[in-house]
């Protein structure tokens, strides 16, 4: 069975960057995209962006400037950093797991991780 | 962008009832088309996936249907467990939207 396990500081203060980890288990990290998703207290998710396990990436339009996804096979993780935080990127962030072909869904989530932006 | 617009936001209902939530997507996305269920504190679990496939383990109360821009996600006789907010999804193109969500509340 596939996990994914978010890690990272839960308070940052803004204009920092915010830094992510999700370490894959139960399954190897080659063969699908992983993808970061977030979602603000009591509103919808938005996509972030995903990376294949050889570095290849695809990022929301709406973030694009601020955001780094990159991938570790090696330890089985992939990473999100999100650079000029400010209240506004105060969310729960979810790492996920998603296809590469036809039909594409998030099947294996992470549990979830709350990062509050504030000084 | 494709926007992805839910209809309700919310509703209530009662257990056996047979609920239906709507989405409708601002472009045509044939049957790129998923749909989520996410409980407080949870991450979202997905349901239905091209539009009318159940996943492997989802209670066969639930159904999709549609293509193009309208598309449905039924439960059939609504249980307890079911009360959950429900998030439309589409995988057509990049960048990927969601929904606003359904919450599903107990009458």
């Known amino acids: 069975q596939v996990q994914l396990q978010e890690s990272g500081p839960g308070l940052v203060k803004p204009s920092e960057t915010l830094s992510l980890t999700c370490t894959v288990s139960?399954?190897?990290?080659?063969?699908?995209?992983w993808s970061w998703i977030r979602q603000p207290p009591g509103k919808a998710l938005e996509w972030i962006g995903y990376?294949?396990?050889?570095?290849?990436?695809n990022y929301n339009p709406s973030l694009k400037s601020r955001v780094t996804i990159s991938v570790d096979t090696s330890k089985n993780q992939f990473s999100l950093r999100l650079s000029s935080v400010t209240a506004a990127d105060t969310a729960v962030y979810y790492c996920?797991?998603?296809?590469?072909?036809?039909?594409?869904?998030?099947?294996?989530w992470g549990q979830g991780t709350l990062v509050t932006v504030s000084s | 962008d494709i926007q992805m617009t839910q209809s309700p936001s919310s509703l209530s209902a009662s257990v056996g009832d047979r609920v239906t939530i709507t989405c409708r997507a601002s472009?045509?996305?044939?049957?790129?088309l998923n749909w989520y269920q996410q409980k407080p504190g949870k991450a979202p679990n997905l349901l239905i996936y091209?539009?009318?496939s159940l996943q492997s383990g989802v209670p066969s109360r639930f159904s999709g249907s549609g293509s193009g821009t309208d598309f449905t996600l039924t439960i059939s006789s609504l249980q307890p467990e079911d009360f959950a907010t429900y998030y439309c999804?589409?995988?057509?193109?990049?960048?990927?939207?969601f929904g606003g969500g359904t919450k599903v509340e107990i009458k």
């Open positions: 999804q589409h995988t057509y193109n990049t960048p990927l939207t």
């Open positions: 139960g399954g190897s990290i080659s063969s699908y995209y």
């Open positions: 990376i294949y396990y050889n570095g290849n990436t």
């Open positions: 091209a539009a009318s």
């Open positions: 472009q045509s996305i044939s049957t790129y």
């Open positions: 996920a797991r998603y296809s590469v072909s036809y039909p594409y869904y998030f099947d294996y």
